[in-house]
């Protein structure tokens, strides 16, 4: 029997994320990091996709991210399928390197945007990773809060607006609802 389709649909945002077989890293060290997030900035790129947020751990990674055309599964299926070949060809591995097709939930509202992207940016501080998520380089945060530099595909002004209309007051309330969540993680 088939699997359900996903629900796609055009200017929606998701919540997207996937895991590695068995728990298994996806990435062992910065090389793998930063190639990994390339490779989403050319999927980004080539399908016109809004990134609000991403969080990129040892054994899976998150997105919040809207796409313009109804294609979340043929991006999310040249990310995961491209990645699991550089890595199988890097390690001398085969096989799976994903446990399972990505999983996505919709995001209706701007508290749910909202709540998503405080979510995945204190993904590593629920991890035990680190105790602020200033300190993981390989989220969204810092660009947020701009103390990092914007990739490409990340859509900070998108995110800020969300908070307030003038970019300054916007971080520091940023930083403060993140904050306010991280005491309770």
Same mark, same amino acid.
């Given at each position: 029997?088939?699997?359900? /389709?996903? /629900?796609?649909?055009?200017?929606?945002?998701?919540?997207?994320?996937?895991? @590695?077989?068995?728990?298994?890293?996806?990435?062992? =060290?910065?090389? =793998?990091? &930063?190639?990994?997030?390339?490779? $989403?900035?050319?999927?980004?790129?080539? !399908?016109?996709?809004?990134? $609000?947020?991403?969080?990129?751990?040892?054994?899976?990674?998150?997105?919040? !991210?809207?796409?313009?055309?109804?294609?979340?599964?043929?991006?999310?299926?040249?990310?995961?399928?491209?990645?699991?070949?550089? #890595?199988?060809?890097? #390690?001398?591995?085969? @096989?799976?390197?994903?446990?399972?097709? #990505?999983?996505?939930?919709?995001?209706?509202? =701007?508290?749910?945007?909202?709540?998503?992207?405080?979510?995945?940016?204190?993904?590593?501080?629920?991890?035990? !990773?680190? =105790?602020?998520?200033?300190?993981?380089?390989?989220?969204?945060?810092?660009?947020?809060? @701009?103390?990092?530099?914007?990739?490409?595909?990340?859509?900070?002004?998108?995110?800020?607006?969300?908070?307030?209309?003038?970019?300054?007051?916007?971080?520091?309330?940023?930083?403060?609802?993140?904050? &306010?969540?991280? !005491?309770?993680?």
């Amino acid at each position: 029997m088939g699997r359900n /389709p996903r /629900p796609q649909a055009e200017n929606t945002v998701y919540h997207v994320t996937a895991r @590695g077989n068995r728990r298994a890293p996806i990435v062992h =060290d910065d090389l =793998d990091r &930063a190639a990994f997030l390339g490779m $989403y900035q050319d999927v980004a790129t080539l !399908l016109d996709w809004d990134t $609000y947020a991403y969080c990129l751990m040892t054994n899976h990674f998150h997105f919040v !991210l809207r796409t313009t055309d109804a294609d979340i599964a043929v991006g999310m299926h040249r990310l995961n399928s491209r990645w699991a070949h550089r #890595y199988n060809r890097r #390690y001398l591995f085969t @096989g799976h390197v994903f446990e399972r097709r #990505y999983s996505s939930r919709l995001v209706t509202s =701007d508290e749910q945007l909202l709540a998503a992207i405080r979510y995945v940016v204190l993904n590593p501080v629920r991890a035990g !990773l680190c =105790d602020h998520p200033s300190e993981w380089e390989w989220s969204s945060y810092n660009a947020l809060c @701009g103390a990092a530099l914007e990739p490409e595909f990340l859509s900070v002004g998108a995110v800020l607006r969300l908070v307030h209309t003038d970019q300054t007051i916007a971080r520091r309330r940023f930083r403060a609802f993140v904050e &306010a969540s991280e !005491l309770r993680v």
